[in-house]
């Protein structure tokens, strides 16, 4: 009798754990149920308990059509622009990438902007303005021109100990506010990021729970070269930490003695770069992959051959100008960068991107290219 009772229990411990699966999918369940309840003889029944208990697979195929239908809706901004943009197949060559955790997103000022930090040359205008002395007009001059390092190594050689204050205290940690696509990183890039900013938004974004294992800050390392080897979670910062002015590489000269002019690939700054380079999948946000040292990097390891150098991807605003466009993307192709383009401007499209990525890489859509 008790080994009865003890059946019973079972039998109604799992039909309670199926049912409550089942309540699980109420939006589902509804939606299924909106066209009227199934007749059997005099008696009505939900058509989605129908299927649910008579049919589990065919609910769930059901259910994970549903689903994707749903999520269709959701991205479909996001897939209006890869098939707009002719950039679905290279989109698709990302995702792929994605799944075999070859991908290392590239941060650049652009993603730090939604937390409160200043894009380089905005910063570089406030730091300006807090140095009466400078050469105010040909410093501009350099700043409206997109000749950064130029700027900063006019101001650094005017004050360098205010430029490094300006830093530590313009991109200090509290000033952060925690928002952007930089959010999506944590869900499908589990090893190495670089960047080339200053503050730890990245640092605050994967918290306590994703700690990275291993960093480079400007040419200060630790285990990173063994880390980034493995596979596991490590951070370069190429400018440096805001926090330690010893790491911090802004003008031409810091440029000069911790990349070599020409490169040497035995610093460990160039060294790393190249090596994550020719190994993994680079994705660019937030950058605009102009003419700079870090795109020279890249062209002279290409240029100097020997390597298989794989695919990598940049999320980039299309210059409005055809022929600019055409010209800014055979140079990236180049250098093997596939961009995915957005409108110019719209730079929200960044986020609807990745959380495509995110729901691809999560199994809650299926992107059909």
Known sequence: MSEISIDERL?????????????????????????GLVQIGEASYS?????YWLDQRAYGAELAAWENNANEEKHDRALTLLRDNACAGQFEDLLQAVE????????GAGLSKPHGMP????????????????????????????????AAQALAGHDAVQCSHFIRTTYRANKLKLAGPLLKLPKFAKGCIVTTNFDDAIEKTYGDDNRFEAYMHGTQEHNFFQRLVRGDRCLLKLHGDAENPATHILTRGQYEEAYGNPFDFQKPLPKALRQIFISQSLLFLGCSLEQDWTMDLFAKAVEDGGYQVPNHYAMLPAPVDAQAKQQKESRLLNLNIQPIWYPDGQHGDVDCLLELICDVTAKSFVFKG
């Not at 799992?14 to 409550?20: D, E, I, K, M, S």
């Not at 058509?47 to 299927?51: D, G, I, M, R, T």
């Not at 075999?100 to 941060?107: A, D, L, N, S, T």
């Not at 050469?135 to 130029?150: F, K, P, S």
């Open 11 to 35: 039998l109604e411990h799992v039909l309670g754990l199926l049912n409550t699966q089942y309540e699980e999918n109420s939006v589902f369940n509804d939606d299924f149920d909106s066209n």
């Open 47 to 51: 058509p989605s308990k129908v299927l």
């Open 100 to 107: 075999r955790g070859r991908v290392v997103p590239f941060v």
């Open 119 to 150: 894009l380089w040359g905005e910063a570089l205008g406030q730091l300006l303005k807090r140095l009466p002395g400078a050469d105010a007009e040909a410093i501009n001059e350099m700043i409206v021109t997109g000749r950064y390092l130029e």
